[in-house]
């Protein structure tokens, strides 16, 4: 099947059946076979899962040969989130393609993403239809906190992980999207790496893998 994403695919070992997916996304100027090295440590250990990662619909403005998620050339907050729900609208058809080829349900699937990649699974994990098995994001934050509480149907359990020097997405946002959880009944967890900056090292992998493996075992209820 060709899908309406330009995708990397790693496929299980040995011709192992696939029970579970996960949707990689990357951050902004990078691609799928960037975010696609976090399965190289994680394949071993979840060998009935099938690592799916897309590239952005767009690309990158500032470096062409990446993509994006959504611009970050207007910073107004109102046109970002204007962007930011037309790569919803992608990525939601894009799941339903993953799930009609691999015959997976919501409950079989992780979402995980690095900044940008973060930001769309929240929201993608939150506004679906059905919960996911769990969202895990990186170096990310909540795009618009009023418009997710509106739009907000389902209570993905979710993992979040930051660097305590990130410049990039500073390390507060992840205390107000531990707020933002909380106070809307959310299963949320959350790690603070100490000096990380803006990338996934070893301990935020590792953290990330021990969530997964815990999840795909039990039903998110």
């Excluded at 011709?15 to 691609?31: R, V």
Aim: net charge neutral.
């Amino acid at each position: 099947m060709t899908f309406c994403l330009d995708t990397t695919i790693i496929k299980p070992e040995n011709n192992f059946e696939i029970k579970n997916a996960i949707i990689l996304l990357h951050g902004y100027g990078g691609d799928g076979k960037d975010i696609s090295v976090l399965s190289l440590n994680w394949k071993r250990h979840l060998p009935n899962t099938i690592f799916i990662c897309p590239n952005g619909h767009e690309r990158c403005h500032i470096n062409p040969s990446g993509y994006q998620w959504f611009d970050l050339s207007n910073e107004d907050p109102k046109y970002i989130l204007t962007q930011s729900q037309r790569a919803e609208k992608k990525l939601s058809q894009f799941i339903d393609e993953v799930k009609k080829e691999y015959n997976l349900d919501n409950d079989k699937i992780c979402l995980s993403g690095f900044s940008q990649g973060c930001m769309m699974s929240i929201n993608l994990g939150l506004t679906a239809d059905k919960k996911y098995n769990c969202v895990v994001g990186f170096s990310g934050k909540i795009i618009d906190q009023e418009d997710l509480k509106l739009r907000k149907k389902v209570a993905t359990r979710t993992l979040l992980i930051h660097g305590d020097v990130d410049q990039v997405v500073m390390p507060n946002f992840l205390l107000e999207a531990k707020d933002f959880f909380i106070r809307n009944d959310i299963e949320i967890e959350t790690h603070l790496i100490k000096n990380c900056d803006h990338h996934i090292p070893i301990e935020a992998s590792s953290i990330a893998l021990n969530y997964i493996l815990k999840n795909f075992n039990t039903p998110n209820r």
